[in-house]
């Protein structure tokens, strides 16, 4: 704990504030909640749609490496049928349809910008930098909504409320410009799987545990040898869901991964305010 | 019990809270109090806490059948619905303005014997508002509901490392505003050295 921390934490120490809990507002909202827990009816699954695949820019790019991988990981889970009973399915396609956030986090090995400009992604030792996606879908779940990156070189794109902003911590400037400049053009769900089910081969699957948190997962290679890529990816058993995945520009899954996102994670709904973006002092706004 | 037993028991019990009332009840019961604490604490004010409590856990019972996971991340679950729901509502500028009014009468009609802890809330208040929901958020449960910061990092969806350097500029924004009392109490840390 720092001196600011170690500050604020005394002065709030001393404060008095009632924040005892009310027991007749508990037990009245307890009685309220079953109410509505005997009376609810039974959760029906969202039907599955078909979306189409638009490239609408070469920042989608980036975008879209994201999204393959989790589709990916999703279009394995339901091609194999022969694992573990423990690994259900229908429980795995019900779950994932229930998401319509998305975050991811780890690292890509070509600089940033690189892809944002369309260029291929290409394994260059020494270029590796830290990436964070937000995305949210829209209502229809057809494609994102609002969409976030944050760089490790401080770099920013954000897109909240078809607007779309784009810091550069080097030049302190914000770009922005109407409309979502970043999106993800298909949410991965439904029958979009089984396009991405066309292009990836040799899969195998083994079980053992995670590395860090010692659960039980499958962990899946497969290559796609029309792009010259493979993956290797980590599902949580309980969950049925990816949390880790790794991308090679190769098909040997060979050298330093050009992508390794060591957390995955899967939201009912973002936090709205992920994605509002807040000018940094200073900077210099550029509307285009 | 280790571990594994621990999780394995979690998931039981949230499974059954699924189909059985009586396993909602229990899970309520152990997580009322953490909720109506953080809405207490973000929104300083004890009707409106108790009215997002509400909200929040009527929201749980309309989405705990889409819930994966142990108790742990349900917990986490349950802040991010409440975060949500705390944002929403301070997000109603009348609302926010009351709840500073409702502040400043309540410190007024103290005694004087506790006036200064009063003037302190009010204070709190005034700066905690000021900041963006988010950095609200982290200050909230960083130093009122005391979790660590992976804990705060899967409520917001982001990495312990970006929740860092978050809190840091929260709490540099609150040096600025709370200038006089980080101060005072820099002199008495000094003098303490």
Redesign the interface.
Known sequence: MNNDERQFEDFVSNIKFDDTPDSDHRNKLEQDLLRVLTKQPRHKQQPLKIWRIIMKSNMTKLATAAVIIVAVVLTVTILDRTVTPAWAIEDTVKALDQFNGIYLSGVFGVPIEKISRGEDLVLRDGENMSVEFWMQANEERTRSENYRIEAGDGTVWSVCNNMTYKYDPKNNTVRVQSGRGIEMSIWPCGDYLSKVQEFMQDWQVMYGKDAVTGRDCAFITLSNPSQGQSWWLEIDLETNLPVRAKGWHNTRREGTPSMNFQRIIFFEKLPDDIFEFEIPEGATVIEE | MD??SK?ADD?NLMAETRSN?AA??RL??SH??AV??YC??RL?E?QA??DV??DV??KV???I??F???EQQFRCWLY?IA??AV?NYLRKTARRNRLLKVACEQANSRGAD?RG??D??VL?REAVFSL???YQ?I?TL???EKLKLTEIA?V????PG?VRSQ??RA??K??KI?AT??TE??EV?ENEQ
């Open positions: 571990n594994d999780a998931s009332p909602f009840v309520y019961r009322y109090e109506f604490r207490a604490h300083f004890r806490a108790e409590t509400s856990f009527l019972v309309e989405n059948h889409r994966r996971g142990n991010r975060t949500n944002n506790c802890s009063a302190k809330l709190l963006k929901p988010r958020t200050i960083r130093f009122f899967e917001l969806a982001s990495s970006t809190l840091a709490l540099a609150l040096r709370l009392e980080f109490k820099s840390i």
